[in-house]
């Protein structure tokens, strides 16, 4: 058996997330406490569950970008259940399958949400340079590694090898996980140098700051690098090529379990990037420095009742001078945002921010003209990403320079500091001088 050859599965564009990450089937138990050696513990279990490397590239495809899968997969029982979460999420396929099947993890869950990890092997470990090489990747396109398949004896080699051969118009992601100790100084160097995007949860940032030395010696290490430090419900930190240090705030939640959080805070923060959020970073240096004050992703399939509540989440923090509301309608459609936004001002009496709307995919046009029929001052739709983060950096320097001014005015007042795409219409993400809001497919 044989998947889809690697060329036709790779001739879509635009550009496309491809994880190489391998893929296991997670088998979770919650439990009281971890035994003791000859212990005993009563389990409850709530898996099996497709893990390990998929959780990033699922999380990326729901969020309606191009997503791909390049981990060896198998034959097997284990593989089959892989790719009917790939049917159901989006994913290709972009590898030749080999003869056995992948491993699994066993995660014990704590209450306080802490796991310990049991793992077998499969084919997962296997990856082909063949393979890997017949990849037709395209300027654009980011390719996401793992510091487990960077060390282990099997994948090591073929995967450090063809990663340092990437064109250089395709990102590179990192996540060195916990295992960044056992990467090699040569391997760890040339990596880092390469790297787009380099993440890792704070105690994995603060220890790879100290066995190079620094925060700078990181910097220069990974000169090309946006460093992301996860900081669990405190959001994360942001380390910008440019030298920039953002703190985006989090929110608290119970936690139940945290396998997959950091994975998929990846997929989502990488999403948005393919999607545009670094064109908000250049329209804000365009306009007085603005840059985003904070930035929340709703996911997939959320109501009009949750984008409200995101709205006024984002309105409470007193830096958030306009928002920008990106929307691109895969699971979620337009028109249901569009209500939400409505409801939202609607219900809030006091609600004073100016609102820039991108909305594309499911229903865009219905959602379009739910908000042209509702005309709510302050509320402008715009065609584009670009058009419309350059109006609403425009508005968040306006409002900051003239802090007396009425803020919703300012988003309805064409002048020369606003382009004439203000007045075309069009599109959703919310960003405000320093708030983003973003809605997933």
């Not at 000859?38 to 990326?60: D, M, R």
């Amino acid at each position: 058996m044989s998947g889809p050859t690697p060329t036709t599965a790779m001739r879509r564009r635009p550009a496309c997330f491809i994880s190489t990450g391998s893929v296991l089937i997670d088998l979770p138990l919650h439990v009281d406490h971890v035994p003791v050696s000859g212990g005993a513990v009563t389990a409850v279990s709530s898996g099996p569950a497709v893990g390990g490397g998929y959780t990033v590239v699922s999380a990326v495809a729901r969020q309606g970008l191009p997503a791909a899968l390049a981990a060896t997969l198998g034959t097997g029982p284990n593989s089959s259940q892989v790719r009917q979460a790939m049917m159901l999420d989006g994913v290709e396929l972009v590898v030749e399958e080999l003869v056995g099947d992948i491993g699994t993890c066993t995660t014990l869950i704590e209450p306080s949400g802490r796991r310990s990890f049991i793992t077998t092997e499969g084919v997962e470990a296997e990856p082909q340079i063949e393979d890997l090489e017949h990849l037709e990747l395209v300027g654009g396109d980011w390719v996401y590694a793992t510091g487990y398949d960077l060390v282990h004896p099997s994948s090591s080699a073929v995967l450090s090898a063809w990663l340092l051969r990437l064109p250089q118009d395709v990102g590179l992601i990192v996540d060195l996980g916990p295992v960044q100790a056992e990467v090699g100084d040569d391997l760890l160097r040339a990596v880092l140098a390469r790297s787009t995007l380099l993440t890792g949860n704070h105690l994995e940032m603060t220890r790879l700051i100290e066995r190079l030395g620094s925060p700078g010696a990181l910097r220069r290490a990974a000169p090309r690098a946006l460093i992301v430090r996860r900081t669990g419900v405190h959001g994360c930190e942001l380390w910008t090529v440019e030298g920039e240090h953002i703190e985006v705030p989090g929110f608290a939640r119970d936690v139940v379990d945290t396998t997959g959080a950091g994975d998929t805070h990846t997929g989502v923060l990488v999403a948005g990037l393919m999607d545009g959020l670094d064109v908000v970073a250049a329209a804000g240096r365009a306009h007085g420095g603005m840059r985003p004050a904070n930035f929340l992703d709703l996911g997939g399939g959320s109501s009009a009742e949750m984008m409200a509540t995101g709205l006024e989440v984002v309105a409470s923090d007193p830096q958030v001078r306009a928002i920008l509301v990106n929307v691109f309608g895969g699971i979620t459609s337009c028109d249901t945002i569009a209500e939400g936004i409505v409801t939202a001002v609607g219900s809030l009496p006091d609600f004073d921010r100016p609102i820039v709307v991108r909305l594309d995919g499911n229903n865009a046009e219905l959602g379009r003209r739910i908000l042209a029929e509702a005309a709510i001052d302050g509320v402008r739709v715009v065609d584009t990403m670009d058009g419309a983060a350059d109006i609403v950096t425009a508005i968040a320097q306006r409002v900051t320079e003239h802090p007396d001014a009425e803020r919703r005015d300012a988003a309805a007042r064409p002048d020369a500091e606003q382009p004439d795409a203000a007045r075309r219409g069009g599109e959703q993400r919310t960003t405000a001088q320093h708030t983003a809001v973003q809605q997933g497919a």
